[in-house]
């Protein structure tokens, strides 16, 4: 069995951030990364994505992210260019395809089991994200709707819903984007929990970030405005509401074979649903641990699992570390944690 001090799951944002601290180090890790290719998550965003921030400040550590060669932020595309070119430039130890099944307790450490073998680590840090476990409410009669669903997990681009009745569900970033580009092409309406609510136009991904650690250190998380969750105007956001295709209705109470059944009863056909609704920290593996509680996280305590203190989590969102799920989150929470694994480790 190949062992090391610190096993990374997961070749991310989040894996290749804590990879360059440790490198820097001079650490024995080593990174698991289930995908083909780097690029993490990224690598499954729609066409159109694009960052909330200038490339600046959008970086991992030790290198700044290229300005683009196109006007605006940078897109899914440069982003994966970035990461790509960021592992090798540090020749961080990454292992891929290597999907993490299972992770067991040993004597001295965790065995973290594959579908190739299994790797010993003294620690291990699981850093999946949240890509692999998208979330749909269970909404009565989804599963007797014979239209088209899709989460945006999935969403490739408006081609395909041309012409068609769409819903798009969530009033979260995810949802106005694709609202903003599938609305031109379809009959499309966007379902919200609430009204969304939109940052000034100026606030950028930047300004946002940085509102939330704030909020987070005061330990204030109702205020002040400006959470992670409000909705950037990127530019073709801001287009799309100045055409007024960004007008929400709440939700709808049920489905039903051809649609919708609102509140007031009403009935409305739909051929497809684009379910913006989030996702779910991907703790599969952890389950063999008996430490991932009903709401689907892992008790934590500065990163590490409060239940198996071999076990640390990152990039899963504010409770791993303030904005840990995003770029620049990524990059702060990497150097804390780096720190606390070598320090622990002696």
Known sequence: MEKHDII????????????YYLKRAKADFLILDAGEAAGGAWRHGWDSLRLFSPAGYSSLPGWLMPPPAHEGYPTRDDVIDYLERYEARFDLPIRRPLEVTAIA???????????????AGR??????????????PDIPGRDLFRGRQIHSAHYVGPDSFAGQS?????GGNSGAQIMAEVAPRARARWVT??????????????????RAVARLKAARPDGPVGGIGDIVVVPPVKEARARGDLVSVRPFERMTGTGVVWPDQTQTQVD???WCTGFRPALDHLRGLGLVEEDGRVRVEDQRALGEPRLWLAGYGDWTGAGSATLMGAARTARDLAARLVRDLG
Not at 109 to 119: E, I
Not at 200 to 210: A, I, K, Q, T, Y
């Open 8 to 19: 990374i799951v997961g070749g991310g944002q989040m894996g290749l951030a804590l990879g």
């Open 105 to 119: 307790r040993a004597d001295h450490g965790l065995v973290v089991q594959t579908g190739a073998g299994c790797f």
């Open 123 to 136: 620690a291990v840090v699981s850093a999946t994200g949240t890509w692999s476990h998208p979330y749909v």
């Open 166 to 170: 769409v819903l798009v569900v969530g």
């Open 193 to 210: 929990l609430r009204e969304p609510l939109f940052l000034p136009d100026e606030v950028d991904g930047h300004v946002l970030f940085e």
């Open 272 to 274: 497809a649903v684009i």
